[in-house]
Structure formats: C-alpha cells, structure tokens
C-alpha cells in the first residue's frame, strides 16, 4: 500500500471548520482514499472515502487534489466529540487482502 | 443490526497463562480482521479470515498467537504464554466484502493486561 503523510497534530475551536491535510505522492490510479478516526478509548471508526471526485457525507467532505497527490478532510463545525486521531489510508480497489495500514494519523484537538 | 461485538473488554492474565479474545462480527460479513495497538503505538494489521479460512496472516507473530473464524460462532484470537509485551489493545473488524471500497466497522477492543 502507498504511503501517506500527515501533521501529528492539530488544534481546532468549537464550531469552527477544520481542514485535515494528507499527501499521498506515490498513489496508484486504482488507489482510494480512505479516512477513518479514532476517539479516545475506542476502536477506529470509518469517516469518509473517495477516488477522484469530492466527496461529502453526514460527517465530513473529502477534497482531492486533481492529481490526487494529495487530499483533505474537512469538517465542517468541529465539536468537542471530534477530538479524534484521524487516520488517512491508501486502499487499492483490487489485489490486496483489505487490511488497513495505519500510519501515525493527526490527533486533533478541540478547543471550546 | 447490531455493531461488532468484542468479548471480553478487559483481560487481566498472568504471564505464562492463555488468553483468549471474541469477536462476534456485524451480521452478513464474512471478513474480519484483527489489529493490535500497543500502549502509545498506532495500530497495526495481524490477521485477515474469512469462514473457515485465513486468508493473511502477515502480521501476527509468528510464535504463540494463533486465530480462526469456524463456520459457525464468533472469531478467536488465542496468545498462548503471555508475556508483559502482549499487553495492548486488540481490536476486531469485519466488513462486507474485501474490496478498495468498503468500509471496515471495528469493535470496542478488549484491553488484555498481563501482570
């Protein structure tokens, strides 16, 4: 799986939007863009994902980039309960067995 | 539909005992897998199965940890001979299928300590 890079941390005030930046400067075309996130004392829970295009849900949007070198996990009013690490991951669409490749993520701090 | 299902949720062993930990996953998924995270480390990959069958098992040590998904009841991961450095969080996931896309829904953990 491709390696992606992201800030160790963050800080963010409540209700404001936060911009969580990943790069992925070796992803393959069949690579998704996955995000999961882990808060305190709690198994991991999936966020968002996307291949090329925006994407948006209840819970974020995901921006990326047009050369997909890169991407950003937007989150739109921060609260409090999004203080989380989050987790960017590389999955390829076929020929791997699904196992997540967790990197260090970004612990994201917010601030009331 | 209930969430995946991890039993127990705290572990306490002694070293040298066995210790072994359940995962019950959502209903119709047929892929779990199994993470570690050790205190103040990110969480790391041990073991893909399906039904019956391992299918990666690129990540599990390669002495006293062994884990299996029988055709029926939940999936086992078994340390035999713990030792103080197996203390860590052990989470289960399952999904639906394996491909690119779909999403991995994880446990609460069990937190196995081993005094």
């Known amino acids: 799986d491709a390696k992606t890079t992201q800030p160790n941390s963050m800080e963010s005030n409540e209700e404001e939007p936060v911009h969580l930046p990943c790069n992925h400067s070796t992803i393959s075309g069949t690579d998704y863009i996955h995000w999961y996130r882990q808060l305190p004392s709690q198994g991991p829970e999936y966020v968002i994902h996307g291949l090329t295009s925006n994407v948006n849900n209840r819970m974020a949007s995901l921006a990326i980039a047009e050369d997909r070198k890169s991407s950003t996990l937007i989150l739109h009013r921060a609260t409090l309960r999004d203080a989380a690490v989050y987790y960017c991951?590389?999955?390829?669409?076929?020929?791997?067995?699904?196992?997540?490749?967790f990197g260090q993520g970004t612990t994201l701090q917010v601030k009331p | 539909n209930a969430g995946v299902m991890q039993n127990p949720r705290h572990l306490v062993r002694r070293r040298g005992q066995e210790a072994r930990l359940r995962c019950s996953p959502m209903?119709?998924?047929?892929?779990v897998y199994w993470y570690r995270q050790l205190p103040e480390e990110g969480l790391k990959f041990m073991v893909y199965l399906q039904k019956e069958n391992i299918i990666d098992e690129s990540g599990m040590p390669k002495e006293r940890f062994s884990a299996e998904f029988p055709k029926e009841g939940p999936s086992i991961l078994r340390i035999q001979q713990v030792v103080r450095g197996d203390s860590a969080a052990y989470f289960c996931?399952?999904?639906?299928?394996?491909?690119?896309?779909?999403?991995?829904?994880f446990g609460p953990g069990t937190r196995l300590t081993v005094l």
């Open positions: 991951i590389l999955r390829a669409l076929s020929g791997n067995t699904g196992k997540l490749i």
């Open positions: 209903k119709g998924h047929s892929h």
């Open positions: 996931a399952s999904s639906f299928g394996l491909a690119g896309v779909d999403e991995q829904f």
